[in-house]
């Protein structure tokens, strides 16, 4: 349990808070003299801290050794994956790595487009259309880059080469929002000293390997002082970090001054809170690239795939729109979507309650029997390949046979008269019997502006027809 479980788990138990007592982590000496202010909860909270209260097994964690595990470290072998009881910091003891292994859907929406990792894709970073479309925010579907905000500050910062994408990606981040991080890599008001150390980022510290940097250059420690320095401040491990603060406090103020070499250090120190890797900025910015690069060159392709893997939305639907491209509902001759120049048929699954299924289905039966060529003839097939009721008329709504009848309050009286054989030839004889009723009623029902706004938003959750 960390503090934060902590804290709940007290509240469960005594329903009171003080969580907010807690300046430093529950077990620091700083919090001492709570014990006799509120010793219960002082007390409970020591106790529950690192108390593990459950078993759980890390899916992406992965080991890598040339040892032979079982002789090393104890592992449980019942399952079809062996798993260790050790966690990663155990591990680290006797030699033992292990790796975080993480699957994305940008790599599954890659592949989509048959895209091959060679030398070319790590060279040829220069697509002025990328960047153009990223610095105009239309960024749906481009890896860390969704977001409003990531919206608004890709409009901000208007990156314009690889470099500066990289850059926008790790400011992208809570910690350097709130610590004014972006605002001052913008503006480009650091100081004359950092900014000739750091020319790449203009002077903002926003990277861990920075802070090795500076440690080396100003801070005069060795490289392995200068990672120790760096780990030592993300984990504020108080004893490690104490020999090197004041080495580095004290070779910086030569240079800066020991004003300036203090200032230094504690802006370091905040950093540290919300340190990022370069290398793990860069090789993201790879893959938001490419998706980028695949959305500039195909975009009908690109938006069509991108919702077949993360459905439709209202900010997509309006991102569509700004790249000029006609976005037409769903059709059922075209179950999977259908994408032409400046021109796109959303698929079927984006309809509440069809899914890939009934998608699948339906394509499948016109590969086998061809096209429908009406209502009545999907209605007769639906039966047969598993597609109910309750999803035609979900379709319906849809607008997903408007290419036969726009008319979609009809369509769902047709249904009732189609599964009773109700065809047109059928019709005088049911006529006989009811009278002038079912000839006349077609001629009663529409489908008014704003039935097709409910249906549609029922559907979809907004309207797409008139929107």
């Not at 709570?34 to 964690?61: C, N, P, Q």
């Not at 309050?409 to 047109?424: N, T, V």
Request: no cysteine; proline share 3%.
């Amino acid at each position: 349990m960390k503090s934060k479980s902590v804290f709940k788990k007290i509240n469960e138990i005594l329903n009171v808070d003080y969580s907010k007592k807690f300046k430093k982590p529950i077990r620091a000496p700083e919090n001492m003299y709570l014990y006799k202010k509120i010793k219960d909860y002082y007390t409970l909270a020591f106790y529950l801290e690192g108390l593990e209260t459950a078993e759980s097994v890390h899916a992406a964690g992965i080991i890598l050794s040339d040892k032979f595990l079982k002789e090393n470290i104890p592992l449980d072998l019942s399952r079809k994956v062996p798993i260790t009881l050790w966690e990663m910091d155990e591990l680290k003891e006797i030699g033992i790595e292990k790796f975080d292994l993480l699957s994305l859907d940008t790599l599954s929406l890659l592949k989509k487009f048959d895209f091959k990792y060679s030398k070319k894709h790590f060279q040829n970073l220069n697509n002025k259309n990328v960047y153009n479309i990223i610095s105009q925010g239309l960024t749906e579907g481009i890896f860390q880059l969704e977001s409003k905000l990531a919206k608004k500050l890709a409009k901000k910062l208007r990156p314009k080469n690889f470099d500066e994408l990289y850059i926008l990606l790790a400011l992208n981040r809570p910690g350097p929002l709130n610590s004014g991080m972006f605002d001052e890599y913008l503006e480009g008001n650091s100081k004359d000293y950092l900014k000739k150390l750091l020319p790449e980022t203009k002077g903002v510290i926003i990277f861990q390997e920075q802070v090795m940097y500076l440690a080396q250059r100003l801070g005069g420690l060795t490289p392995q002082e200068s990672d120790n320095f760096r780990k030592a401040i993300a984990k504020k491990d108080i004893e490690k970090i104490e020999n090197l603060k004041t080495k580095f406090i004290s070779n910086a103020s030569k240079i800066i001054g020991i004003n300036e070499a203090k200032r230094l250090y504690s802006k370091i120190e905040n950093f540290a809170q919300y340190a990022f890797n370069k290398s793990h900025s860069v090789a993201y910015a790879h893959l938001s690239y490419w998706i980028a690069e695949i959305k500039s060159l195909y975009p009908e392709n690109f938006y069509l795939e991108y919702i077949k893997y993360k459905g439709f939305s209202f900010e997509l639907f309006n991102e569509i729109k700004l790249m000029n491209i006609s976005l037409n509902l769903p059709s059922i001759n075209h179950p999977m979507g259908l994408t032409q120049k400046k021109y796109i048929i959303l698929p079927l699954r984006i309809i509440k309650g069809v899914g890939e299924f009934a998608e699948k289905r339906i394509f499948e039966d016109i590969q086998k029997k061809g096209k429908y060529t009406s209502f009545e003839d999907f209605i007769k097939r639906a039966k047969d390949i598993g597609i109910t009721r309750n999803i035609i008329e979900q379709m319906i709504k849809g607008g997903t046979f408007d290419i036969f009848d726009k008319n979609r309050r009809k369509l769902f009286r047709k249904i009732s008269e189609i599964e009773m054989y109700a065809s047109e030839n059928s019709k005088k004889i049911l006529s006989n019997v009811f009278g002038e009723t079912i000839a006349n009623d077609d001629k009663k029902i529409i489908t008014s502006r704003e039935d097709i706004i409910k249906f549609e938003k029922e559907v979809y959750g907004f309207s797409i027809s008139y929107t």
